[in-house]
């Protein structure tokens, strides 16, 4: 059965409503964990801090490692951001951090958003003719490919009144509907916000920032201890075929392959935060070697055994058998072969 929602129409069927259940009595049981594992969760935050932050902006071309957005966040001078990644970097750290700390405060408008999308390119001044304020030229959400190419996914609303007309309906929807699922609403909403393409950049970003924005406003708190961002980055070309799939179909695209991609991300990192947690919890029975290893790697995430060794003082023999034991109990993953090999928490 098709319900017109918005501009938009959903295709609601059990697989569909099964997910929203799925999500909703996790979030349901939230409240104890939180009470229960509030240090644990100061790690966790920390942590999917720094993968978001990573995950986010390589998808729009950063070259940052999650480990060098470490670094760089741990060590930052904004007086002397000259690198456009470092600059990219710092404004979505400064708005998720902002949003996660304020969210209940910042409104759904558009001069919040105008507010939040100046924040966002602060730093970098190739943006300053633009930051904040609706464009002014045509623009396309292009995807960067491997080779350091882009490809156009789908070209977006027109500037001038198109894009304020698009942007005025859209909050004024999100306002007024109060039948549609929350879920649904905050999807679509980072949809339809990344179809329009309101900025002349930056656009991206900040979708995934009012994903984040929209779900702790809704109630979602458990968002902000896991990584949104890094599950798209891992799922990038499907993200940008899902995208190009419904706005074929624009204006009054079906987008239930949209809510379909949307949820199931939010069902992997709700499954990897649960996971986390029973690691965390298990913890107690690691060996003094073994904490100290997971915590390193949890605190310098995309680290390798030299790091690893060489910071805590331990033999790098020692050092790969305490790794090899990690991954055998599930605590942790690597990606890459040889020297170029890192470590993860799972």
């Known amino acids: 059965m098709d319900e017109h929602v918005h501009t938009m129409r959903v295709t609601l069927d059990w697989a569909l409503l099964g997910t929203i259940s799925k999500l ?87 001069n919040s958003l105008k507010g939040l999308h100046n924040h966002l390119l602060r730093f970098s001044r ?22 350091g ?4 996914i789908f070209q977006t609303t027109a500037p001038g009144f198109a894009t304020e007309d698009a942007m005025r309906e859209l909050v004024a929807w999100f306002h007024h509907d109060e039948a549609t699922h929350p879920l649904v609403k905050c999807a679509l909403f980072a949809y339809d916000f990344v179809s329009i393409h309101p900025f002349q950049d930056g656009n ?6 009012l994903a984040t924005l929209l779900l702790l406003r809704h109630g979602y708190i458990w968002i902000q201890y896991v990584s949104l961002e890094h599950e798209i980055e891992n799922r990038k ?46 913890a107690t ?3 003094p070697r073994e904490k100290a290893v997971l915590g390193f790697i949890g605190n310098h995430p995309g680290c390798k055994s030299g790091q690893i060794a060489e910071k805590l003082d331990i033999p790098g023999p020692s050092v790969k058998r305490t790794l090899a034991e990690l991954m055998a109990q599930g605590r942790i993953e690597k990606q890459g072969q040889g020297p170029a090999t890192v470590y993860y928490l799972l």
Do not use: M
Request: glycine fraction near 4%.
């Open 237 to 282: 070309t499907e993200y940008y075929r899902v995208l190009q799939q419904c706005q074929s179909q624009r204006p009054g695209e079906n987008v239930s392959a949209w809510l379909a991609f949307f949820f199931d991300a939010l069902l992997n990192v709700q499954q990897q935060l649960l996971q986390k947690l029973t690691v965390q919890e298990a």
């Open 285 to 287: 029975q690691l060996s």
């Open 149 to 152: 190419t882009r490809q156009v």
């Open 24 to 110: 909703d009595r996790f979030d349901a049981s939230w409240s104890a964990i939180e009470r229960r594992e509030g240090q644990t969760l100061k790690q966790l935050k920390a942590i999917a801090t720094v993968r978001s932050v990573g995950a986010s902006t390589r998808i729009e071309g950063s070259r940052l490692s999650d480990e060098e957005v470490d670094v760089l966040l741990r060590n930052t001078d904004i007086s002397k951001l000259e690198d456009r990644d470092a600059q990219e970097v710092v404004g979505y750290f400064q708005v998720l951090d902002l949003i996660s700390e304020s969210y209940p405060d910042i409104d759904i408008s558009e």
């Open 204 to 209: 991206g970003r900040l979708s995934r920032l």
């Open 126 to 147: 190739k943006d300053e003719w633009h930051r904040g304020n609706y464009k002014q030229h045509s623009n396309a959400v292009e995807a960067s490919l491997p080779d």
